[in-house]
């Protein structure tokens, strides 16, 4: 568990819903790290870590997915599973003002408001998967359904096929 002082909103979720999860912390210089070099610094298979990119759908709305790190969100597959006609990425400068969170410590977990979120049907298959915890240079460890009924996310298949 989190020191109290340093809780991030997604940790102060997992605490208010009792849900057992493991943080995990990194050192991290300036500029943001991608999820390889993440998992990377702790010693954890990447398979297991996953992005949080936010998008804007053709309806205007947003939506969030998670990925693994090593893999590329699939644009068309995403837009179907949101039920809408396309999707985009979001512009960097954006996510703040969005989601409450910085570029590099996004988590689907306590944003400001709560956007339709899905998850990778890869994570259905996991035991456990990180996610940012809602800061750079912390993860929040704990089982995919449990981080899913957090954020009322559904899974899909949302990645491009290697």
């Known amino acids: 568990m989190a020191e109290k ?31 390889a070099h993440i998992a990377s610094l702790l010693g954890i298979d990447p398979a297991i870590v996953y992005k949080t990119l936010v998008t804007r759908g ?3 709305n947003f939506y969030v997915f998670d990925i693994p790190v090593l893999a590329e969100l699939d644009l068309k597959k995403a837009a179907r599973a949101a039920g809408v006609k396309s999707v985009e990425m ?13 570029r590099g410590g996004c988590s689907p977990v306590g944003m400001k408001k709560q956007f ?47």
């Not at 002082?5 to 849900?19: G, L, M, W, Y």
């Open 90 to 102: 979001i512009h960097v400068a954006e996510i703040n003002a969005i989601t409450g969170y910085v």
């Open 58 to 60: 053709s309806d205007k």
């Open 116 to 162: 339709k979120t899905f998850f990778d049907t890869s994570a259905e298959k996991l035991e456990t998967m990180l996610v940012s915890a809602g800061r750079i240079g912390w993860q929040i460890e704990a089982a995919p359904k449990d981080i899913a009924s957090l954020c009322g996310a559904r899974f899909a298949d949302l990645v491009h096929e290697s």
């Open 5 to 35: 002082e340093n809780k991030t909103n997604a940790v102060r979720r997992f605490d208010s819903a009792k849900i057992k999860y493991n943080i995990h912390r990194y050192e991290h210089g300036d500029a943001p790290v991608d999820g």
